[in-house]
């Protein structure tokens, strides 16, 4: 017959017992599991992105008597990239909140303007880049070229696969609904444009801003 | 006493190439048998460092089979102690041991770090002689600066005199060696590494590239052979005006692949020829006309 | 239309890859019709090649490895042997365009395709069953990355038929790496097999840290958790933070050969210095994912044949840790030779002898975990003692390495291959060996033979020292890696010791097949009945062997570290098993042929991209795409295993539990 003291030691006791320092109620459920398995992705793509920022640094200056970055980028341009981007991050949160209302025209609605504002980036994105090779300043020039072509057209890509995503949620949402892997999939999807809005950030002051530093 | 021209010149240099290899035939032993200050240097470091640690790994190894071997499970005069999982005391010990290992290397390691810096200058009474190394796709190119000479797959020092080495590549990766004087470094294209060593004693020593550059490196063995002080000078005053120049025509010639090549000498050496190798500019220009009763700058007059 | 392929490519006048080829090509064509004629295929393809059974997964890791290991070391025998031939006059039978091949297939295979898969199989099979839950977090994308992998290998056996390898070593340094001196497939073929199985390499780094940090049993808090799921942990947050930068790497040498891009070339600016940073900052810390699992492994095995808890468990954990960040702080000590200069030599010589001192505190550990025990010399105590004496003096030669005077004139040498090899053999491989053994009854339901597996222990022990004790006094001597022709007579007989010791290594891995042949032949002798039959004292020893495919009919709850061996202990002391809990039906994921048909294409893209046929990479994309949207299409995500199947399960494992309670102490 077993004591109650003993009892804890031999696991009669379920679940969110006291002794258990941090306390751990068993496996977290689908919800969490989920995201955080995709935050872990995330990082390592920021460990991705900072090999091409190492990379870039230390070739920032590798012209080989070619074009250097204060005569390449066009401010202007970059700005209204930017803003693009920005205001893209900000409405597809507001397609997530119309997501978990279950909103299904708001939510498409604003997961298009997503993609649209994240075409316009690219659309800008390349144009720049189509330029810069018209010019002789293609990533064939010099390492500089190089480092900035594949570190930028890294971060181009990555949205690319955006809206891939983008394009494939509106799908899914339409023929599917809301149900909850649909809606983790969208967390995951939002989670990502976010963070490909960081990584902007980080391209827009290391490489356009102080790039063109008088 | 040997004629000073230039066939007379050729002969004793041979001679002397040939009395270095009988040397050489006796095996040598590599590092462990260094010639120079850095190799000695090198030398003890590693003994040193591999006695303290054995200090340490021996007993820890004895131990290891004495405890397995005591604490079996057939053995009754060993006290089974079933929830014995902690001390603090040997916690402590055990963390104690390597790290106070670990730092008396890493004070080595620091000092002998900056004793040893390849790119610093020997203490030495006599002027470092500069030697600029290429190598090439598959051979080692040597280029004596002050004494307007190159040669190929075989480096000439003079015993007890400082070598300054500035070295560079010329296509791909690799490392200039010689175990019994110590240091290598890496040649690299585009980019220039500094080198000091220094032979104690006349001979002949093996070298070779440690880095892996392609199908020709195991032909990149070289020959480096020590001479006493005046007979490098005569040798290198003897060696002018000999052979093929080392011009732009003479460059692009030796460029081309090859491997396992035999020691060669250049009697004239295109000026700046190392620093345009480095800037990736080949020379194009002639070798200027040697003059031969210049005396050769290192040498006793 | 086929881009650069041609009937040229394939070796037609070179009779060593050709008959390789051939015969590779018929064995695999053998065993493909004898699993036919057994009508075993449907089985094979439920069970394991859409399987999302981690244990399964595992099992199929474990297999593609040791597979790999018998190409990578017959790389190596030939490699022995021809630099015991290759003296003086003679320039053995490999020329070198071969032999530049095979040192860097051996190396790729080896550290790619042998090594991580057999540590990442390990973790895969135990990691879920110690943390006492179903499977890891998301078993479906487990399978994708087993496939990735042996899409990898797959490429890079194809390149022995079709086309060459890569002759630049296994790291694959610029400028020779370069198109300009490396203008065949060879370095090609070895970037796309590495970016392939790298994907796969990440993914199971997401896996493996959610599964441990964020699905345990309940009450496994996380000083609860086995050694072996920390070690699993601190090998793949290095795995999650170390291959995005070999990605990079790779990523920007591909750019430069297929684009003409200039990060690394000799002109336009390119630095080939960069890629040895990033390189090598991959590098370092990849060795540590293979030898912390290795350490955990250690870690079991100690105390489960000691019969006592491991000694210090929080020190473990915390040199763990400790190992895991300090690698990234290293990686300079693989090039102190490129003339960084004094201080910055300095620092990293010293951080690398930093990092000796959690691993010493491990071996003092284990060495306390024996004592008080009752030691059981069984196969896998053999390997940790043989670990024991061999990793420390391979520890040693890895701190005279980061000294920089010595690494000075040892840096590249035969003394260099000697320490690495003595470390991933001592550590790596007889852990490995040791899991193997350890952990087989559980994925089978019976023990390896014990006789056989003690000659292989042998073969290993003493082949190994004799084939690399002589490379250490080679090293001094002068002598450098990578060498297709040796240039002094005097180091002939010392090759040649190494070689026989090359054959006793090669014995020891016939006789691995040998016994298993063996082991399942006379299986029903070594049956294990009760699934404990180690005395162990971690959770995976609570299930029949092998286990259902959902491992516990109820989660265990765990209360206290070494859950498993404290409800053992209750048990045969109280004679009788704990109160029989509730059983409910249990949700499993369902099967999937995503993985594999993701690695189809990701394998006929990797080709077209190889031999420059455009059109065919861009399908092969489309197609990879196409099967991620048809997997997120489906709506069936999950089958339920009725609630009369588990308890029946159930029921039985208790019944043998108690027929043989006091069967299962084996220490006293």
Known sequence: ?214 | ?301 | MFGKLTWSAIPFDQPIPLITSIVMLLVIAAVAVWVWRNGWWPHIWNEYITSTDHKHIGIMYIVLALVMLVRGFADAIMMRAQQSLAVGASQGYLPPEHYNQIFSAHGTIMIFFMAMPIVIGMMNFVVPLQLGVRDVAFPTMNNVSFWLTASGALLVNVSLFVGEFARTGWLGFPPLSEKAFSPGVGVDYYLVALQISGVGTVLTAVNFVTTILKTRAPGMSYLRMPVFCWTALASNLIMLAAFPVLTVALAELMLDRYLGFHFFTNDGGGNSMLYMNLIWVWGHPEVYILVLPAFGIYSEVASTFSGKPLFGYRSMVFATLAICIISYMVWLHHFFTMGAGADINAVFGIASMIIGIPTGVKIYNWLFTMYGGRVRFTVPMYYLIGFMLTFVVGGLTGVLLAIPPVDFVVHNSLFLVAHFHQVIIGGVVFAVMAGYTYWFPKAFGFTLDERLGKAVFWCWFIGFHLAFMPLYVLGFWGATRRMQHIPDPTWQPWLNVAFVGAVIIGLGIVLTVVQLLYSIKTRDQRRDVTGDPWDGRTLEWLTLSPPPHYNFAVLPDVHGEEAYWTRKQTAIKQDQLIEEPDYQPIEMPVNSPTGIIVAFFASLCGFAIIWYIWWLAILGLIGAFAVFVWYAWRDEHEHIIPVEEVRANARERRRIRMEHLHELSQST
């Open chain 2, 1 to 301: 006493m040997i004629s000073a021209g230039p066939s007379g010149g050729l002969i004793r240099r041979a001679a002397l190439v040939a009395a270095a290899c009988l040397l050489a035939s006796a095996c040598n032993r590599g590092i462990l048998e260094p010639v120079g200050p850095v190799g000695q240097a090198e030398k003890t470091i590693m003994i040193n460092s591999t006695a303290i640690m054995l200090a340490i790994i021996i007993p820890t190894m004895l131990a290891t089979i004495g405890i397995a071997w005591w604490f079996r499970r057939g053995n009754t005069k060993a006290t089974y102690m079933p929830d014995w999982e902690y001390s603090g005391a040997i916690e402590m010990v055990v963390w104690a041991i390597p790290a106070l290992t670990i730092m008396l290397l890493g004070g080595i390691a620091w000092i002998g770090s900056h004793d040893l810096e390849p790119s610093k200058p020997l203490p030495g009474t006599s002027p470092a002689l500069k030697v600029e190394v290429v190598s090439l796709d598959w051979k080692w190119l040597f280029i004596y600066p002050d004494q307007g000479i190159a040669t190929v797959n075989q480096l000439v020092v003079p015993a007890g005199t400082p070598v300054s080495f500035r070295l560079t590549s010329a296509t791909v990766w690799n490392s200039f060696f010689v175990p019994q004087m110590g240091t290598m470094i890496y040649t690299m294209p585009r980019m220039t590494t500094r080198l000091n060593l220094q032979a104690d004693k006349p001979g002949s020593y093996n070298g070779l590239s440690s880095h892996f550059s392609g199908d020709g490196f195991p032909g990149m063995q070289f020959q480096v052979q020590a001479l006493p002080p005046e007979q490098f000078a005569m040798w290198a005053q003897g060696a002018r005006g000999q052979g093929t120049p080392l011009d732009g025509r003479g460059y692009a010639e030796l460029s081309k692949p090859s491997s396992y090549v035999k020691p060669m000498i250049y009697g004239a050496v295109a000026p700046g020829l190392f620093d345009a190798i480095v800037a990736n500019r080949t020379p194009s220009n002639p070798v200027p006309t040697p003059q031969h009763n210049r005396p050769v700058p290192g040498s006793k007059a």
């Open chain 1, 1 to 214: 017959m077993t004591t109650a003291s003993e009892a804890p030691a031999i696991g009669l006791t379920h679940g969110g017992s006291e002794d258990t320092g941090l306390g751990h109620r068993g496996p977290e459920s689908k919800s969490i599991v989920v995201p955080y398995g995709f935050w872990l992705f995330v990082l390592s793509d920021m460990v991705l992105f900072s090999a091409l920022f190492a990379s870039y640094a230390t070739l920032a200056h590798a012209t080989d008597g070619g074009p250097i970055s204060n005569q390449l980028f066009d401010r202007n341009l970059v700005a209204i990239e930017t803003i693009a981007l920005l205001v893209s991050s900000f409405v597809c949160g507001l397609a997530m909140i119309a997501a978990k209302r279950a909103n299904m025209i708001w939510t498409q609605g604003w997961l298009l303007v997503t993609g649209l504002l994240g075409f316009v980036f690219l659309s800008i994105e390349l144009f720049e880049f189509a330029k810069m090779i018209g010019e002789g300043a293609g990533p064939q020039r010099s390492a500089f070229l190089s480092a900035f072509f594949t570190l930028v057209g890294c971060h181009g890509a990555h949205v690319t696969c955006g809206l891939l995503w983008i394009g494939t949620m509106m799908a899914q949402i339409w023929a599917k609904g809301f149900q909850p892997h649909i809606m983790r999939r969208l967390l995951c999807l939002s989670v990502f444009w976010h963070a490909l809005d960081i990584i902007w950030v980080a391209i827009f002051t290391i490489v356009y801003l102080i790039g063109t530093l008088p």
